[in-house]
């Protein structure tokens, strides 16, 4: 099966190494995926939380796209799983949405038929692809290297089924059959402050330090996510918080960078050097062979 | 009582129609005067009335008045559901010398009243059910109950407080009791107890003697380690097999010495200790507490060598000597026994912590349940009575968090009812056996019983801290540099409005009471139902608490509903005497409902036959036709509607009656 | 047909939508026939013998003592013939299954008019009609103009036109059935108007293989006879086919089973029954043997065409009568 | 601002209102609906209710009776398998039920009208949510028609070819 | 000390408000909420809040509209939906909490160059220009009409984004730009007609 799949904005900005990462395992793991045909932003949380109406109809325009070969979406960036998501869930349940939704997209003759099933790599790597497929396929083990797998907030909440909302493992399970060791601490799923960083700074600061100290604390030598926004507050503010609080930089990398590492996708194909925390040295204190 | 043949010609149908008020419950939504007006424009209708309470003293005299002033020989009265009162308006029948079955009740209440706002579409759907009602009762024909004798013996299944309770009642009128428990002994829950709440009175002294009565009463069949397997019958008539787990010791030769468990290869106990809930451990052949009833051991297959390998010294077979009480090649036995009534006593099962996974239940070894602290804080439990953390040491600070598995939308959305006053009793006796200080967080404080309020401002006296607000998290990380090392309780202090961490040494989590896991086969076993949430379902929830939708199955404590002891004894009573005055009666009414094969005109197909689930319906070789045992009958009529020739009737249920309804209602204009 | 009465009672037989089938039997009651025509003087019957419609019109009301009309009512002649011969008789008497419950022309109801015509006058393999040309009402050439009997859009039992007296059923009625039949029409005491004239009981009652059923069948799969070796002795639900004796009246005495084929029905329900169909179904589904829907749907799926089976003979006199028709055509103009 | 308020396309016309006939079993549906009732729940006025001891009493017949007197659906409500009062009444009606709509769909009767649900006596919500689904199902397939006496004027009234 | 009256008269209740928020979509079950905090408790941000989400639920249903618009709790809230999923009543707080953002940035209650409303504004414009959205271009928007002090001292960061390739200046867009335009449109025409 070929799967839809919606990149997002941020993974064309900020989040470029996630998605350079991702299609390179997706390839290594031969899932097939198809970018969603001229797709625009999904509506993003901060849309919906000042004009939602707009933002069903934004979110369902790609739906309606991707709907029309694919009946499962790929979609990586944790705002769009969510808004995605939870379009489909409103049109379900809300008449009134449905009708402002169907008539838009009427507009643009597109039709939304609640066919397509969204997905985040996550649950499409564990349950399609399977953690004993990966593992048959890692040609550079982790070497024990010591992870934090970092969640963050909207692919498990609310509408993800796929793994546990308050003790989530998939990745666990992942890396794992990468031949990583996955460290337990109690935050990986508490809130890193998403877009208050960028408009109410001072907040986030103590919500991210507090994050990296635990995973830290714990053992992690290296902290991964599975959302852009994640990477970029839990990456770029290492030294503020370390100011306040005192604090040793970790490298932040997206869980699929080290999946792919580890499937045998050259190191400069897959982002690594898009990283403000140097990740190689860790890599080399594992003796990590990388391709 | 007048000649019903002589009603056999429809002009001969007179109906009196009764709508009640029920004060503004009907009133308020159906428009009563025009059903009435209604009605009385209906065929056959001879009179038609509306009353404020018809179910009341003159309500039924009305219709007893009119019965003998308007010869009227039909009755409809639309008001509840006819699970409420169609007994009632029976019996007015009866009285005015109407054959009880001439009646038809119409649900407007439940069914219309209740359930819809709009007046005009509730009063429509009122006069579609009413003149249903009215077409259908024309076709009524009189019926007479089955009287059947009652079997005086009562089985309790179930051996905590409130079937113990129920037991001694029972035999101490003289009944014949089989009390059927699984576990090894009696005793259930508060058997675990240290002390009862809010007398403070212990547990174990209030409990034993009942347990001991129990175990000697000459009227009670005491069989623990047993489980009832099958029921079959009808409401005094019981039959049940109940089948006996091997203990692999012979009940009536072990005399408790517990000599065999001294001697037993194990010298220090290896398998977690069911009774003291894992914190202690216990040997293959123990015995569940010392003070269990009865007083004979039992062997764990699972953990005994000779089990495993076949090659065990058996130390404690030498130690029993000549007695000769334990049997490694005990089977499985089973017992027939007969019964009128069953008292259904079943319990509770503590919520698994686990489910909620930010309690840290399992993830921190300082986080308890409320039923592990009993266990500790009891003076013949796993620390001798001593409140101390599993490294040893004493907790300075105790956080008890109210509400673990209760009241949430995510697991259970019940109060359990208990868990307010244990969490006081609890923080009262860590107090005093640690001088702890305590921190009680709780949603709101639930204390209505006698004594209850009293107690709760014991332990504001005592200093014990209250924090309403229910607990986000509890959590090892520190912020705070005094919070190193410790549980944090993170909550919002609703009453102070912002959020608060609060360190301790101990956390205990109020665990919420649940139906047992295996409510759902018990209930299927008995042929009762259960609630949504899988309590037992009584069958009415102020008027009828322990009795159930099948006659003669009662139910009595905490497989009802969460309940203390108090509630769950005085529960165990009111079910005793139902049980009581059931087979005192001696015999007892069945319903009328049962099927009949028309013999003329039935062509010995056979297909009926095995669509009775009771084998009520034989094969008559000589005739080649069937035969329908009305005693066997339970009445569901679904042989009546499989027969391909419509050769079986059932009383009351008749085709042409319920086609008559089925038109009736939709005979509108 | 009262005894009292000085001249010999008057007959008439008239047939509608039907096959002929049930006037045949009447004449298969062979040296028996002699006995009833010597005892009635049939004053209608063109199928045998050279009447018109006018005749029947001189008639005086209700002079025709019993009239018994076989067919059941498709096209607008056999409406107005009904009528007609209602009013001449004293009894009318619905013969044979198509009066009685519709028939085998009843199962017309599963469709429409519209789709039958295209059917039978445009599809067929066997004809060229690229213009679609349907047969019409009324046609005017040179001067002259035919008139032909329109076809109804529902088939119905003759009681669903015009008051019925009694039922003879069968498909046919066997000789027996209907010698018996007459014998009681002819007889000193009428039973109650709207009486089937056979037994009230279903036909398991004389079957001469009721004492093989097993006392508990159960269904794994229904077969029909084609698809296997029938066991001649053994009763044939209990081999799987689907037989519908057990919800058909009797009186046929088990002609089908004898000849090794299950009983289809003709015979229609017993009184206390309203649905010939739903009751077998009733009784055949409640006798599958697994609690698996998955099971259950593929056991019944082994009967093809349930409609077709429950309803062969009864589809116009079941409670649906005929399939839920789609949308109404807008009324043509008026001839 | 967003909102449940009714739409004006809810609200624009007067609808049809469906009757439907149920048959409940007297042990599960219908004592769920009488908890419905002392729950004090709202539902559709559309259901009339006929009370059997089991659904294993519902003779194909009274459901075909109730579409051709003018019902517009048929629902119904027996316990949950395993649960029958009487053991296994259900499952003779579940059997039932898959040949009873197969026939009901050869006879145009389309599927929604027609709809069996188990209904345990704790399950008020489950009367509620059915009863709601099932009318609006109704609603928007329209009348059935099949009344009896409609049909004996729509064949006086036929059309001939 | 400056004494103020915190007493509250029933004419400071707002009955609109109430109707709404019960209404609103979310809002389904404001009505149970049984006041136990957990909402808060799991909040990482309540630590921040001058009305905790607990508070926020129980002056809006009963109707304290100037107080809830007022709060910094609604533009504190990120979306980490840990008070919805754990609600003992399943209420949809955090849908809830949209819904109040929503209706202040209506009502214009909102501190000057506040940070969030404009970004809302910038991102919303963006997306009907481009149909996507190129986040360095966001920001700097943002920064411009908020503090554009706050430009410059992030422009270390913006710096490192530029050098790690993670900040294209070219700006992201569909291609079929017109059915962005025509779906929005017909958005806010369908909005128009059934007032919602």
């Given at each position: 099966?070929?799967?839809?799949?919606?990149?997002?904005?941020?993974?064309?900005?900020?989040?470029?190494?996630?998605?350079?990462?991702?299609?390179?395992?997706?390839?290594?793991?031969?899932?097939?995926?198809?970018?969603?045909?001229?797709?625009?932003?999904?509506?993003?949380?901060?849309?919906?939380?000042?004009?939602?109406?707009?933002?069903?109809?934004?979110?369902?325009?790609?739906?309606?796209?991707?709907?029309?070969?694919?009946?499962?979406?790929?979609?990586?960036?944790a705002a769009c799983y969510l808004v995605l998501n939870k379009t489909q869930h409103y049109i379900r349940d809300y008449p009134d949405i449905k009708l402002v939704v169907n008539r838009a997209l009427d507009t643009i003759g597109l039709k939304y038929r609640d066919k397509v099933k969204v997905r985040h790599p996550l649950d499409v790597l564990l349950n399609d692809v399977g953690p004993e497929a990966i593992a048959a396929k890692v040609k550079v083990p982790l070497n024990g290297l010591k992870i934090a797998p970092y969640y963050g907030c909207q692919i498990v909440r609310p509408y993800s089924t796929f793994d546990d909302q308050g003790d989530p493992t998939s990745m666990e399970r992942l890396l794992e059959a990468c031949g990583a060791k996955t460290v337990r601490y109690p935050l990986k799923t508490t809130c890193c402050g998403g877009s208050q960083k960028g408009t109410l700074p001072e907040v986030g600061l103590d919500l991210i330090h507090y994050l990296l100290s635990e995973a830290q604390k714990n053992g992690a030598e290296v902290i991964t996510t599975v959302c852009p926004l994640c990477q970029f507050n839990l990456e770029s503010f290492q030294k503020e918080a370390g100011e306040r609080h005192r604090q040793t930089a970790v490298p932040v990398l997206y869980f699929s960078q080290l999946l792919a590492l580890a499937l045998g996708a050259p190191a400069d194909t897959i982002g690594l050097q898009r990283g403000f925390v140097p990740i190689r040295p860790v890599f080399a204190k594992k003796e990590i062979a990388y391709a | 009582m007048p000649e019903i043949s002589q009603l056999s010609g429809p002009e001969a149908v007179r109906v009196g129609f009764y709508v009640c008020h029920c004060g503004t419950n009907i009133a308020g939504t159906v428009d009563v005067k025009a059903l009435a007006g209604y009605a009385a424009s209906l065929p056959r209708v001879a009179v038609s009335r509306e009353y404020k309470y018809m179910c009341s003293d003159p309500g039924q005299a009305l219709i007893e008045q009119d019965i003998a002033d308007h010869k009227l020989?039909?009755?409809?009265?639309?008001?509840?559901?006819?699970?409420?009162?169609?007994?009632?308006?029976?019996?007015?029948?009866?009285?005015?010398?109407?054959?009880?079955?001439?009646?038809?009740?119409?649900?407007?209440?439940?069914?219309?009243?209740?359930?819809?706002?709009?007046?005009?579409?509730?009063?429509?759907?009122?006069?579609?059910?009413?003149?249903?009602?009215?077409?259908?009762?024309?076709?009524?024909?009189?019926?007479?109950?089955?009287?059947?004798?009652?079997?005086?013996?009562?089985?309790?299944?179930?051996?905590?407080?409130?079937?113990?309770?129920?037991?001694?009642?029972?035999?101490?009128?003289?009944?014949?009791?089989?009390?059927?428990?699984?576990?090894?002994?009696?005793?259930?829950?508060?058997?675990?107890?240290?002390?009862?709440?809010?007398?403070?009175?212990?547990?174990?002294?209030?409990?034993?003697?009942?347990?001991?009565?129990?175990?000697?009463?000459?009227?009670?069949?005491?069989?623990?380690?047993?489980?009832?397997?099958?029921?079959?019958?009808?409401?005094?008539?019981?039959?049940?097999?109940?089948?006996?787990?091997?203990?692999?010791?012979?009940?009536?030769?072990?005399?408790?010495?517990?000599?065999?468990?001294?001697?037993?290869?194990?010298?220090?106990?290896?398998?977690?200790?069911?009774?003291?809930?894992?914190?202690?451990?216990?040997?293959?052949?123990?015995?569940?507490?010392?003070?269990?009833?009865?007083?004979?051991?039992?062997?764990?297959?699972?953990?005994?060598?000779?089990?495993?390998?076949?090659?065990?010294?058996?130390?404690?077979?030498?130690?029993?000597?000549?007695?000769?009480?334990?049997?490694?090649?005990?089977?499985?036995?089973?017992?027939?026994?007969?019964?009128?009534?069953?008292?259904?006593?079943?319990?509770?099962?503590?919520?698994?912590?686990?489910?909620?996974?930010?309690?840290?239940?399992?993830?921190?070894?300082?986080?308890?349940?409320?039923?592990?602290?009993?266990?500790?804080?009891?003076?013949?439990?796993?620390?001798?009575?001593?409140?101390?953390?599993?490294?040893?040491?004493?907790?300075?600070?105790?956080?008890?968090?109210?509400?673990?598995?209760?009241?949430?939308?995510?697991?259970?959305?019940?109060?359990?009812?208990?868990?307010?006053?244990?969490?006081?009793?609890?923080?009262?006796?860590?107090?005093?056996?640690?001088?702890?200080?305590?921190?009680?967080?709780?949603?709101?404080?639930?204390?209505?019983?006698?004594?209850?309020?009293?107690?709760?401002?014991?332990?504001?006296?005592?200093?014990?801290?209250?924090?309403?607000?229910?607990?986000?998290?509890?959590?090892?990380?520190?912020?705070?540099?005094?919070?190193?090392?410790?549980?944090?309780?993170?909550?919002?202090?609703?009453?102070?409005?912002?959020?608060?961490?609060?360190?301790?040494?101990?956390?205990?989590?109020?665990?919420?009471?649940?139906?047992?896991?295996?409510?759902?086969?018990?209930?299927?076993?008995?042929?009762?139902?259960?609630?949504?949430?899988?309590?037992?379902?009584?069958?009415?929830?102020?008027?009828?608490?322990?009795?159930?939708?099948?006659?003669?199955?009662?139910?009595?404590?905490?497989?009802?509903?969460?309940?203390?002891?108090?509630?769950?004894?005085?529960?165990?009573?009111?079910?005793?005497?139902?049980?009581?005055?059931?087979?005192?009666?001696?015999?007892?009414?069945?319903?009328?409902?049962?099927?009949?094969?028309?013999?003329?005109?039935?062509?010995?197909?056979?297909?009926?036959?095995?669509?009775?689930?009771?084998?009520?319906?034989?094969?008559?070789?000589?005739?080649?036709?069937?035969?329908?045992?009305?005693?066997?009958?339970?009445?569901?009529?679904?042989?009546?509607?499989?027969?391909?020739?419509?050769?079986?009737?059932?009383?009351?249920?008749?085709?042409?009656?319920?086609?008559?309804?089925?038109?009736?209602?939709?005979?509108?204009? | 047909?009262?005894?009292?009465?000085?001249?010999?009672?008057?007959?008439?037989?008239?047939?509608?939508?039907?096959?002929?089938?049930?006037?045949?039997?009447?004449?298969?009651?062979?040296?028996?026939?002699?006995?009833?025509?010597?005892?009635?003087?049939?004053?209608?019957?063109?199928?045998?013998?050279?009447?018109?419609?006018?005749?029947?019109?001189?008639?005086?009301?209700?002079?025709?003592?019993?009239?018994?009309?076989?067919?059941?009512?498709?096209?607008?002649?056999?409406?107005?013939?009904?009528?007609?011969?209602?009013?001449?008789?004293?009894?009318?008497?619905?013969?044979?299954?198509?009066?009685?419950?519709?028939?085998?022309?009843?199962?017309?109801?599963?469709?429409?008019?519209?789709?039958?015509?295209?059917?039978?006058?445009?599809?067929?393999?066997?004809?060229?009609?690229?213009?679609?040309?349907?047969?019409?009402?009324?046609?005017?050439?040179?001067?002259?103009?035919?008139?032909?009997?329109?076809?109804?859009?529902?088939?119905?039992?003759?009681?669903?036109?015009?008051?019925?007296?009694?039922?003879?059923?069968?498909?046919?009625?066997?000789?027996?059935?209907?010698?018996?039949?007459?014998?009681?029409?002819?007889?000193?005491?009428?039973?109650?108007?709207?009486?089937?004239?056979?037994?009230?009981?279903?036909?398991?009652?004389?079957?001469?293989?009721?004492?093989?059923?097993?006392?508990?069948?159960?269904?794994?799969?229904?077969?029909?006879?084609?698809?296997?070796?029938?066991?001649?002795?053994?009763?044939?639900?209990?081999?799987?086919?689907?037989?519908?004796?057990?919800?058909?009246?009797?009186?046929?005495?088990?002609?089908?089973?004898?000849?090794?084929?299950?009983?289809?029905?003709?015979?229609?329900?017993?009184?206390?029954?309203?649905?010939?169909?739903?009751?077998?179904?009733?009784?055949?589904?409640?006798?599958?043997?697994?609690?698996?829907?998955?099971?259950?749907?593929?056991?019944?799926?082994?009967?093809?065409?349930?409609?077709?089976?429950?309803?062969?003979?009864?589809?116009?006199?079941?409670?649906?009568?005929?399939?839920?028709?789609?949308?109404?055509?807008?009324?043509?103009?008026?001839? | 601002?967003?909102?449940?308020?009714?739409?004006?396309?809810?609200?624009?016309?007067?609808?049809?209102?469906?009757?439907?006939?149920?048959?409940?079993?007297?042990?599960?549906?219908?004592?769920?609906?009488?908890?419905?009732?002392?729950?004090?729940?709202?539902?559709?006025?559309?259901?009339?209710?006929?009370?059997?001891?089991?659904?294993?009493?519902?003779?194909?017949?009274?459901?075909?009776?109730?579409?051709?007197?003018?019902?517009?659906?048929?629902?119904?409500?027996?316990?949950?398998?395993?649960?029958?009062?009487?053991?296994?009444?259900?499952?003779?009606?579940?059997?039932?039920?898959?040949?009873?709509?197969?026939?009901?769909?050869?006879?145009?009767?389309?599927?929604?009208?027609?709809?069996?649900?188990?209904?345990?006596?704790?399950?008020?919500?489950?009367?509620?949510?059915?009863?709601?689904?099932?009318?609006?199902?109704?609603?928007?397939?329209?009348?059935?028609?099949?009344?009896?006496?409609?049909?004996?004027?729509?064949?006086?009234?036929?059309?001939?070819? | 000390?400056?004494?103020?009256?915190?007493?509250?008269?029933?004419?400071?209740?707002?009955?609109?408000?109430?109707?709404?928020?019960?209404?609103?979509?979310?809002?389904?079950?404001?009505?149970?909420?049984?006041?136990?905090?957990?909402?808060?408790?799991?909040?990482?941000?309540?630590?921040?809040?001058?009305?905790?989400?607990?508070?926020?639920?129980?002056?809006?249903?009963?109707?304290?509209?100037?107080?809830?618009?007022?709060?910094?709790?609604?533009?504190?809230?990120?979306?980490?939906?840990?008070?919805?999923?754990?609600?003992?009543?399943?209420?949809?707080?955090?849908?809830?909490?949209?819904?109040?953002?929503?209706?202040?940035?209506?009502?214009?209650?909102?501190?000057?160059?506040?940070?969030?409303?404009?970004?809302?504004?910038?991102?919303?414009?963006?997306?009907?220009?481009?149909?996507?959205?190129?986040?360095?271009?966001?920001?700097?928007?943002?920064?411009?009409?908020?503090?554009?002090?706050?430009?410059?001292?992030?422009?270390?960061?913006?710096?490192?984004?530029?050098?790690?390739?993670?900040?294209?200046?070219?700006?992201?867009?569909?291609?079929?730009?017109?059915?962005?335009?025509?779906?929005?449109?017909?958005?806010?025409?369908?909005?128009?007609?059934?007032?919602?």
């Amino acid at each position: 099966m070929k799967y839809a799949y919606y990149p997002g904005c941020s993974l064309r900005g900020t989040g470029r190494a996630y998605e350079e990462s991702l299609l390179a395992a997706f390839r290594l793991l031969d899932v097939e995926v198809e970018e969603i045909d001229d797709w625009n932003c999904c509506g993003a949380t901060t849309y919906m939380s000042v004009d939602e109406l707009t933002s069903y109809a934004l979110a369902s325009r790609n739906l309606a796209l991707a709907e029309r070969d694919h009946s499962e979406i790929i979609a990586p960036c944790a705002a769009c799983y969510l808004v995605l998501n939870k379009t489909q869930h409103y049109i379900r349940d809300y008449p009134d949405i449905k009708l402002v939704v169907n008539r838009a997209l009427d507009t643009i003759g597109l039709k939304y038929r609640d066919k397509v099933k969204v997905r985040h790599p996550l649950d499409v790597l564990l349950n399609d692809v399977g953690p004993e497929a990966i593992a048959a396929k890692v040609k550079v083990p982790l070497n024990g290297l010591k992870i934090a797998p970092y969640y963050g907030c909207q692919i498990v909440r609310p509408y993800s089924t796929f793994d546990d909302q308050g003790d989530p493992t998939s990745m666990e399970r992942l890396l794992e059959a990468c031949g990583a060791k996955t460290v337990r601490y109690p935050l990986k799923t508490t809130c890193c402050g998403g877009s208050q960083k960028g408009t109410l700074p001072e907040v986030g600061l103590d919500l991210i330090h507090y994050l990296l100290s635990e995973a830290q604390k714990n053992g992690a030598e290296v902290i991964t996510t599975v959302c852009p926004l994640c990477q970029f507050n839990l990456e770029s503010f290492q030294k503020e918080a370390g100011e306040r609080h005192r604090q040793t930089a970790v490298p932040v990398l997206y869980f699929s960078q080290l999946l792919a590492l580890a499937l045998g996708a050259p190191a400069d194909t897959i982002g690594l050097q898009r990283g403000f925390v140097p990740i190689r040295p860790v890599f080399a204190k594992k003796e990590i062979a990388y391709a | 009582m007048p000649e019903i043949s002589q009603l056999s010609g429809p002009e001969a149908v007179r109906v009196g129609f009764y709508v009640c008020h029920c004060g503004t419950n009907i009133a308020g939504t159906v428009d009563v005067k025009a059903l009435a007006g209604y009605a009385a424009s209906l065929p056959r209708v001879a009179v038609s009335r509306e009353y404020k309470y018809m179910c009341s003293d003159p309500g039924q005299a009305l219709i007893e008045q009119d019965i003998a002033d308007h010869k009227l020989n039909r009755v409809v009265v639309a008001s509840c559901s006819p699970l409420l009162h169609e007994a009632t308006f029976r019996r007015a029948l009866g009285r005015a010398g109407l054959n009880p079955f001439l009646l038809q009740m119409v649900n407007i209440r439940e069914h219309v009243s209740w359930v819809h706002l709009d007046k005009k579409a509730a009063t429509e759907k009122a006069q579609d059910l009413v003149r249903a009602a009215v077409q259908r009762v024309a076709l009524h024909k009189p019926l007479q109950k089955r009287r059947v004798d009652i079997n005086p013996s009562v089985l309790v299944v179930g051996g905590g407080i409130a079937g113990i309770h129920a037991a001694l009642t029972l035999a101490e009128a003289g009944k014949q009791v089989y009390l059927v428990e699984r576990e090894p002994t009696i005793g259930g829950h508060m058997a675990m107890f240290d002390k009862t709440f809010p007398t403070l009175d212990c547990a174990a002294c209030i409990l034993t003697p009942k347990m001991t009565a129990v175990g000697s009463h000459p009227n009670i069949k005491l069989w623990t380690y047993s489980e009832v397997v099958k029921v079959d019958g009808y409401v005094g008539n019981y039959k049940a097999q109940v089948k006996h787990k091997p203990r692999y010791v012979i009940d009536d030769l072990c005399i408790g010495c517990q000599e065999c468990i001294a001697a037993c290869v194990y010298k220090e106990g290896k398998t977690p200790d069911e009774f003291n809930l894992g914190l202690s451990m216990r040997k293959p052949i123990y015995l569940p507490f010392p003070q269990a009833v009865p007083q004979k051991v039992v062997i764990d297959r699972d953990t005994c060598i000779e089990f495993k390998s076949g090659k065990c010294k058996k130390t404690c077979v030498e130690a029993c000597g000549d007695r000769l009480a334990i049997d490694f090649k005990q089977k499985e036995t089973f017992d027939e026994i007969e019964i009128g009534a069953i008292i259904l006593a079943t319990g509770f099962k503590t919520f698994a912590p686990e489910r909620n996974p930010y309690c840290g239940y399992g993830r921190y070894p300082n986080v308890y349940t409320s039923l592990e602290v009993e266990r500790l804080i009891n003076a013949s439990g796993p620390t001798a009575g001593e409140v101390i953390l599993r490294d040893g040491k004493k907790p300075a600070s105790v956080g008890i968090i109210h509400c673990i598995g209760s009241r949430d939308a995510n697991t259970n959305r019940w109060c359990s009812k208990v868990c307010c006053m244990y969490s006081l009793k609890l923080a009262h006796l860590i107090k005093e056996h640690t001088g702890a200080e305590v921190f009680n967080f709780y949603i709101d404080m639930r204390t209505p019983g006698k004594g209850y309020e009293e107690f709760y401002d014991r332990l504001l006296d005592e200093g014990v801290h209250f924090v309403r607000g229910r607990v986000a998290e509890v959590s090892d990380w520190a912020v705070h540099p005094s919070e190193e090392g410790k549980l944090v309780i993170r909550a919002e202090d609703t009453l102070a409005g912002f959020v608060r961490r609060i360190p301790v040494d101990m956390v205990v989590l109020s665990v919420g009471l649940e139906p047992q896991s295996d409510a759902q086969d018990v209930r299927r076993l008995f042929n009762i139902s259960c609630a949504s949430e899988g309590w037992f379902l009584e069958r009415h929830p102020k008027l009828a608490p322990v009795s159930t939708f099948t006659e003669g199955v009662y139910i009595a404590g905490a497989c009802q509903g969460p309940k203390d002891i108090p509630d769950s004894v005085a529960q165990a009573g009111a079910a005793a005497a139902e049980a009581l005055a059931l087979i005192d009666a001696k015999s007892v009414e069945l319903e009328p409902y049962t099927a009949s094969i028309l013999e003329e005109e039935c062509s010995g197909c056979k297909s009926c036959i095995s669509l009775c689930p009771y084998q009520a319906i034989a094969f008559i070789e000589e005739k080649k036709k069937a035969y329908i045992n009305e005693v066997l009958c339970k009445g569901c009529g679904t042989c009546v509607a499989g027969c391909p020739s419509g050769s079986i009737k059932q009383n009351f249920f008749e085709d042409e009656e319920i086609f008559e309804e089925i038109e009736g209602v939709l005979a509108y204009a | 047909m009262s005894d009292k009465s000085p001249d010999k009672p008057k007959v008439a037989f008239y047939w509608c939508a039907s096959c002929g089938g049930c006037e045949e039997a009447v004449v298969d009651l062979a040296e028996a026939i002699l006995d009833v025509v010597a005892k009635v003087d049939i004053v209608f019957w063109p199928v045998a013998m050279d009447f018109k419609r006018k005749d029947v019109e001189s008639m005086a009301d209700g002079s025709i003592t019993a009239t018994f009309l076989n067919g059941a009512i498709r096209t607008s002649e056999q409406e107005s013939m009904a009528r007609l011969l209602r009013s001449k008789s004293q009894l009318l008497v619905a013969l044979g299954a198509c009066s009685h419950l519709g028939g085998i022309p009843g199962l017309a109801n599963l469709f429409d008019r519209a789709s039958l015509m295209q059917e039978v006058y445009v599809h067929p393999p066997s004809t060229i009609n690229a213009e679609g040309t349907l047969p019409q009402t009324h046609y005017q050439d040179n001067g002259h103009s035919v008139e032909l009997p329109a076809l109804h859009e529902t088939v119905r039992s003759l009681d669903q036109v015009v008051d019925v007296d009694y039922y003879i059923p069968g498909c046919p009625p066997t000789p027996k059935t209907f010698l018996a039949a007459v014998q009681i029409l002819l007889g000193s005491e009428l039973p109650v108007k709207g009486t089937v004239l056979a037994p009230d009981c279903a036909l398991c009652d004389e079957c001469p293989r009721k004492d093989t059923k097993p006392e508990k069948p159960v269904f794994t799969e229904f077969k029909r006879p084609q698809q296997m070796l029938v066991d001649e002795e053994k009763c044939l639900l209990a081999q799987g086919l689907l037989c519908m004796g057990p919800g058909t009246r009797s009186g046929c005495e088990a002609l089908c089973v004898r000849g090794n084929m299950p009983c289809s029905g003709c015979y229609g329900p017993t009184s206390r029954v309203r649905d010939q169909g739903a009751k077998i179904l009733s009784c055949l589904a409640s006798l599958v043997e697994s609690k698996d829907e998955a099971e259950i749907d593929r056991v019944l799926s082994t009967i093809p065409d349930p409609v077709g089976t429950f309803y062969r003979y009864g589809l116009p006199g079941s409670l649906l009568r005929r399939k839920k028709p789609g949308v109404r055509q807008a009324p043509l103009p008026s001839r | 601002m967003l909102s449940r308020q009714p739409s004006a396309s809810e609200t624009s016309q007067a609808k049809f209102e469906p009757r439907i006939v149920a048959f409940f079993c007297n042990w599960c549906t219908y004592l769920a609906a009488d908890l419905a009732g002392t729950s004090r729940m709202k539902y559709a006025p559309n259901v009339r209710v006929v009370r059997l001891m089991c659904s294993g009493r519902v003779d194909p017949q009274f459901v075909l009776d109730a579409f051709a007197h003018g019902a517009d659906g048929v629902f119904i409500g027996g316990c949950h398998p395993g649960d029958c009062h009487y053991q296994e009444g259900n499952y003779k009606t579940l059997k039932r039920y898959h040949l009873l709509k197969r026939v009901l769909k050869e006879m145009g009767i389309e599927e929604d009208r027609f709809r069996l649900e188990w209904i345990s006596a704790a399950e008020a919500d489950r009367v509620r949510t059915a009863i709601n689904q099932m009318v609006e199902k109704v609603r928007d397939l329209g009348p059935l028609n099949l009344e009896l006496k409609d049909l004996e004027n729509a064949y006086a009234e036929e059309v001939l070819v | 000390m400056e004494l103020k009256r915190t007493i509250k008269f029933e004419a400071d209740r707002d009955p609109e408000f109430v109707r709404w928020i019960s209404h609103t979509v979310g809002g389904e079950r404001i009505r149970h909420c049984l006041q136990c905090g957990l909402c808060s408790g799991k909040c990482p941000l309540s630590l921040y809040m001058d009305y905790t989400p607990r508070r926020l639920m129980h002056l809006s249903r009963e109707g304290f509209k100037e107080e809830v618009l007022g709060s910094s709790s609604i533009w504190l809230c990120t979306a980490c939906y840990a008070c919805m999923v754990h609600c003992p009543k399943s209420i949809n707080v955090t849908h809830l909490l949209y819904a109040l953002k929503q209706r202040a940035i209506e009502e214009k209650r909102y501190p000057r160059r506040f940070a969030i409303p404009v970004m809302a504004r910038q991102f919303s414009d963006m997306v009907r220009g481009s149909g996507r959205i190129t986040e360095s271009w966001l920001i700097v928007k943002v920064f411009l009409r908020t503090s554009i002090w706050r430009l410059f001292g992030m422009s270390g960061l913006g710096l490192k984004l530029l050098r790690t390739g993670r900040m294209p200046l070219k700006r992201e867009r569909v291609q079929r730009r017109a059915e962005i335009e025509k779906l929005l449109d017909s958005v806010a025409a369908t909005r128009k007609e059934l007032a919602i």
